[in-house]
């Protein structure tokens, strides 16, 4: 009650009068009948145009001269309260970093309360060309690295994301061969003939992970996260192809074609046939990366079985010449 008795008439700014002395009322009836004869000229003037204001100022002019007083008092004290209202936004100052809400703070100011400098890759000659495409992507995070080596953000963490997931699959495929080779060399034996029978077991794996880069790179298909996988177990899988083979020559060592006699080529087939459509039943997901994973491990499948019947009874067929 006390502010609306402060608050200021229309005709008399808030900083002109003190709320202890506020300026004298106008007489109620001559504010009544300007007020009536305002609605009235607004009711003949939109009688035929909008009859809501028309109703509406027609209702007002119809009321008595102590309801138009109130009428009036309300308007005067809306009046003046928007004057304030805006006589604020205009005199407000920029709020401090401090006075910001936590949630916005965060995106401006780091854990020292400096503010956080944003930067942004520069547009490349292909302006559809996503800043996230690897030829874009790792110039720019390397560059920002070698400026400020503790910056972060998305770029920065995807380009080290990616390049620690790079070497542990790399790591992951060195230590894969690695274990194979021990494997089969407790198997074959730790002599000369041990040594290459373990090579040839892993030539189908060797050759056929190149026929499938070359494959991957005819098709334009990218070696990605997803698929990148596929290197260790093309090795875990497809060796067995190789082992296989080298049994059968070392049973059979004058039966033809080397190694896949006796049975040996279509049982290795038909268990690389079935192991091919269950990664290829993955080429239908609509995750991508499923889908990816499963064409390219299925195409490296096919290329180990491949090198399987064409290379490795060439090469046993030549160390059986020269008495290897």
């Not at 035929?48 to 028309?54: P, Q, T």
């Not at 920029?94 to 936590?102: D, F, G, K, R, V």
């Not at 049982?267 to 039943?281: P, S």
Request: with cysteine; glycine share 8%.
């Amino acid at each position: 009650v006390s502010e609306r008795a402060a608050s200021p008439t229309p005709s008399q700014p808030p900083h002109t009068a003190p709320a202890s002395d506020p300026p004298p009322a106008a007489s109620p009836k001559p504010q009544a009948a300007a007020l009536r004869g305002i609605a009235s000229s607004i009711a003949a003037a939109w009688k035929n145009k909008d009859d809501h204001l028309h109703t509406a100022a027609a209702a007002l002019a119809n009321l008595s001269d102590d309801q138009l007083a109130r009428v009036n008092a309300a308007y005067t004290e809306d009046r003046a309260k928007l004057i304030g209202a805006v006589a604020a936004l205009r005199s407000a100052e920029p709020p401090a970093p401090s006075e910001l809400p936590t949630a916005l703070k965060d995106t401006l100011l780091g854990d020292d309360n400096a503010f956080i400098l944003r930067v942004y890759p520069a547009a490349g000659a292909d302006p559809n060309q996503s800043p996230l495409a690897p030829e874009r992507l790792g110039p720019f995070a390397r560059a920002v690295l070698a400026a400020a080596p503790t910056a972060t953000g998305p770029t920065v963490q995807i380009y080290e994301s990616t390049r620690l997931i790079t070497d542990a699959y790399l790591r992951a495929g060195l230590y894969a061969l690695a274990a194979i080779c021990l494997i089969l060399l407790l198997d074959f034996g730790f002599t000369r003939s041990g040594v290459l029978d373990t090579l040839c077991a892993l030539t189908p794996v060797i050759a056929g992970s190149v026929l499938l880069l070359a494959l991957m790179a005819l098709l334009d298909i990218d070696l990605n996260f997803a698929n990148m996988i596929v290197m260790p177990l093309i090795a875990g899988i497809g060796v067995g192809c190789g082992v296989h083979a080298l049994r059968r020559w070392r049973i059979q060592p004058d039966d033809e074609p080397y190694g896949l006699a006796g049975g040996s080529g279509r049982g290795m087939t038909l268990t690389t046939l079935t192991t091919v459509i269950g990664f290829a039943a993955m080429t239908i997901a609509e995750h991508r990366g499923i889908r990816s994973l499963g064409l390219v491990m299925s195409a490296g499948l096919t290329t180990v079985w491949v090198a399987t019947i064409l290379v490795v009874p060439s090469l046993l067929k030549v160390r059986r010449a020269m008495g290897w």
